[in-house]
């Protein structure tokens, strides 16, 4: 991490701030005063502020209601990302724990820990998302049944490892899956003859998404959401 960063972030100043200080002299790295604004720190080399230690931060952990046209990475050039949703100061901390598709709404998780991240995503874990899906056609008995057993995606020899699926009228089903193959959502109901109109995740393990958030709006999780994947 920068110099800039890791003061800002440690010491809740904003990034102009802390060059304004590492210029003034005030800040040394290992006992080495007027270090540069853009130095690389390890993670193990001390910082000081007026010869006071500076700690880093601990890890960060936020879900994110993510609206449409809204895409999950880093950085895209033609679209804006779930990152440019946060205040600038958390931007360069955390990157997203999985993905949505860009038409595609609800929850997201980002984090700066990378070990949970792994946790959430990894198909070890078989962690369970939990969609509402809109369907362009009535969903009928026999199709709810293929998506509990598994179905065969186009182009894949392997069927889907089975859903939990609940009716919420006769085109509207919530829909728990529990791997992250490419659009696999669509890919499902595409199987079964039909096509999704809309898509919302709702759920990811044990963290539901706060209803108090509205699309574009973020919060810390609770130690215990946190604990929970």
Known sequence: MRLD???AHSAGLTRKEAK???????????????PKANLQLRPDQAVTVHGERVQPPGHRYLMLHKPVDVVCSTEDPGHRTVLDL?????????????????????????????????????????????????????????????????VLLRGEDKPTLPAQVERLDEACLLLTI????????????????????GLHREQIGEIQLDAALAPGEYRALTEDEVESI
């Not at 304004?20 to 007027?34: C, F, H, N, P």
């Not at 193959?181 to 003859?193: E, F, I, N, S, T």
Request: aromatic content about 4%.
């Open 5 to 7: 960063y890791f003061l």
């Open 20 to 34: 304004q200080l590492i210029s003034r002299g005030a800040v040394t790295v290992e006992g080495e005063a007027k």
């Open 86 to 150: 946060l205040p600038p100061e958390l931007r360069a901390q955390v990157h997203p724990a999985g993905r949505l598709d860009r038409d595609t709404t609800g929850l997201v998780l980002l984090t700066s820990d990378g070990q949970w991240s792994h946790r959430l995503t990894s198909p070890n874990h078989a962690c369970g998302k939990r969609y509402r899906v809109q369907c362009a056609d009535p969903v009928s008995d026999e199709d709810m049944q293929a998506l509990r057993e598994g």
């Open 178 to 197: 529990r791997e992250g193959r490419y659009h696999q959502v669509k890919r499902m109901l595409a199987a079964c003859g039909n096509k999704v109109l």
